[in-house]
């Protein structure tokens, strides 16, 4: 019991932090709810994992690949803003996610089942978390310049297509560790939350970023915490706790 | 010829069959200022994206090969509250602090506590000032200005053409300004394009600003306009 209390919890750490600091380019490029709707493109993915019983992560992964690739494809196809397209492909994920996912196991491809984590797993989770925030560091000032102004961007010769799917993957491979940490329907706030707390609180970017990515981990560590103390699903419990910093931000 | 840092030949832009630009041909030399005048929805912040490559185009543009373009946009920060301070706008340009300071000093702020401040909250003609040092970061032979009228005050707009004209006699550039303000194709230009979806007129201020000219470009606008601006 123990033992599976600490790779929950740290697994929530890495994907909390990583999280938290995708998240702050998400609310400076006016993305917010991105997150949340690939939280629920992933769910078919969820479903049929659970049907054939192999990881849900993996599951999760492939469907987003999916939704982004068919979102990327659609982009350029239409002159519907992004949203709307990410919206319809949301809701359709949704219905098929409702019908593909096993009944008794709807509750936890929703709200992320933290227990479930093995060694291996948090193995994965730490070192894709690591990897992800690195790469996307590394290209963190190209991401702010071009969602400041694309003009910009585009005339110090910065490929802002490449770059915006670099970060659409990264989040993808967040969104994914993270289901089992808040579920599909929690997973959006997890990245979302810590980075709208952390922006009311800094001057800039680097304490933004860092302190997005600083909030993600606090929020898990309180979230896994009080799951281990009430008995109540972590997932939740997370979100909660990310809520309340940022309820706290508010007063600064 | 060979004097040419930029020669656009026969361009046209259309947005789902709506031409926006007209055949156009123009050419910038080397230290050159050139103004793009013209009316609001003529075509000119269109312009001066196919000369940044950033919208797609029919005919040719051509920069002499290995030129350093700066460029400073007329709208920027689509939000205001976005923690980023000038210090690190400055240095996603990869600078080092000497020139940071140079940059800022080009552009007559010598007070470095502005480095700290947050981005969105600095008044608009600091922005703007802002926004040049940070076209001359890198040292361009060429800086691109998009309407730097738009959200200053006249006595803001009358320093950053001061400022501009002191910073091209500093470093040698080429500037290609846009505009729809008139007074400043006499304070600022060396050739004037007027720009109306096609060139109404083109070539130094004095020879090609006739009254012919400036009523096909602005229609019967202009005499009031002209009016109050004096001279």
Redesign the interface.
């Known amino acids: 019991m123990a033992i599976d209390y600490l790779y929950s919890l740290i697994t929530a750490i890495f994907v909390g932090g990583a999280a938290g600091y995708l998240g702050s380019l998400m609310i ?1 490029k ?1 993305m917010a709810l991105v997150g949340d709707a690939l939280g629920h493109v992933a769910l078919p993915g969820i479903g049929l994992a659970l049907l054939w019983g192999f990881n849900v992560s993996y599951g999760a992964f492939i469907f987003l690949l999916l939704g982004i690739l068919l979102i990327w494809l659609l982009e350029g196809r239409t002159d519907l803003p992004t949203e709307s397209l990410v919206g319809v492909i949301f809701v359709l994920s949704l219905a098929i996610g409702f019908l593909v996912t096993p009944e008794h196991e709807l509750l936890h491809a929703l709200v992320g089942d933290i227990s479930s984590v093995s060694l291996l797993d948090t193995i994965i989770s730490a070192v894709l978390s690591i990897g992800v925030v690195a790469i996307i560091y590394s290209i963190y ?1 190209k991401l ?2 071009s ?6 961007a ?3 010769n910065i490929k802002i297509k490449k770059y915006n799917l670099i970060y659409l993957l990264a989040i993808a491979v967040i969104v994914a560790l993270g289901i089992k940490v808040a579920g599909s329907l929690l997973i959006g706030a997890l990245v979302i939350t810590p980075a709208a707390a952390s ?1 009311k609180l ?7 970023s860092w302190g997005a990515l600083a909030l993600g981990i606090l929020s898990c560590v309180l979230g896994v915490a009080l799951s281990a103390i009430t008995g109540f699903a972590a997932g939740p419990l997370i979100i909660f706790a990310s809520v309340i910093f940022f309820a706290i931000s508010l007063f600064f | 010829m060979n004097k040419n840092i930029l020669e656009v030949k026969n361009l046209n832009i259309a947005f789902n069959s709506n031409k926006v630009i007209d055949n156009l041909s123009f050419n910038l030399e080397e230290k050159e200022n050139l103004v793009i005048l013209g009316p609001n929805g003529a075509g000119k912040t269109i312009l001066l ?1 196919a000369l ?3 919208i797609p185009f029919e005919g040719e543009i051509k920069w002499k090969s290995g030129v350093k ?1 700066g ?1 400073v ?1 007329q ?5 205001k ?5 000038v ?2 706008f400055f ?3 990869k600078t080092g602090y000497e020139e940071m300071r140079e940059a800022l000093r080009a552009v007559g702020i010598k007070d470095l506590s502005i480095l ?1 401040n ?1 981005i969105g909250v600095i008044s608009s003609g600091q922005l703007q000032r802002v926004l040049i040092a940070w076209g001359l970061l890198g040292n361009p032979q060429v800086l ?1 200005f998009d309407e730097p009228t738009a959200g200053i005050d006249i006595e803001g707009e009358e320093t950053i053409y001061n400022l501009l004209a002191k910073i091209e006699k500093e470093r040698d550039l080429a500037i290609i300004l846009v505009t729809h303000d008139l007074s400043v194709v006499y304070k600022f230009a060396d050739s004037v394009l007027c720009l109306n979806k096609k060139a109404v007129c083109y070539g130094a201020p004095q020879e090609v600003l006739g009254g012919d000219s400036l009523n096909r470009l602005y229609g019967g606008e202009i005499k009031l306009y002209k009016h109050n601006h004096g001279h």
């Not at chain 2, 709208?75 to 939000?79: I, S």
């Not at chain 2, 509250?81 to 301070?85: E, K, R, V, Y």
């Open positions: 400076t006016r000032p702010i310049i969602s400041i102004s694309e003009d910009l585009v005339s110090n922006k800094s001057r800039n970017l680097f304490q933004y | 994206k940044l490559g950033v373009i460029y946009p709208k920027f920060l689509p939000d509250g976005i923690p980023l301070s210090e690190e240095k996603f340009k700290k947050k691109l």
